[in-house]
């Protein structure tokens, strides 16, 4: 499983504001501090601001802050509203996968492996909080500014 580009920069942008939570961040300082494009984040925090994930102030003054504490956002809560799609192979996708007929649809045991998989992999990610997530090192390389993103 991967989780798509979209959630990786929402994850970020989520973390970046938990370790500012003293001031309203704007989209333009995130963006550079990730080296992400402005445009496509413009985007992410519109979905997170519709979750509740993300207060957003227009103008003057304005910025980003986080809707609740970090320990109230669960990740899991972050991935499910982020990811669109989360079938881990065709068949098991919500409008019935792309159209090819499987063999094994009627007995299959693969699609309830896999389902217990995802199942599990999300529950791990049920029981952690983007409080968990801001170790020292993380707050430290966030509020110092430096890019945490290793370059290739």
């Given at each position: ?42 985007k992410?925090?519109?979905?997170l ?9 227009r ?37 019935g ?6 063999l ?6 693969l ?25 020292p ?16």
């Open positions: 499983m991967r989780l798509t580009l979209y959630t990786d920069y929402a994850l970020r942008t989520l973390l970046y504001l938990a370790v500012h939570t003293d001031r309203r961040v704007s989209i333009r300082e995130v963006a550079q501090t990730y080296g992400i494009s402005e445009n496509h984040l413009v992410i925090i519109h979905h601001g519709r979750g509740g994930f993300v207060h957003t102030q103008g003057r003054g304005g910025g980003l802050t986080l809707g609740r504490p970090p320990e109230e956002i669960c990740v899991g809560d972050v991935v499910r509203h982020t990811e669109e799609d989360m079938a881990l192979v065709s068949c098991m996708a919500r409008n996968g792309d159209g090819v007929a499987c094994l649809s009627g007995g299959c045991h699609r309830g492996v896999l389902g217990n998989a995802l199942e599990a992999f999300m529950s791990v990610l049920d029981k952690a909080t983007l409080a968990d997530l801001l170790q090192y993380e707050r430290r390389t966030l509020l110092e500014g430096k890019n945490p993103v290793p370059e290739p």
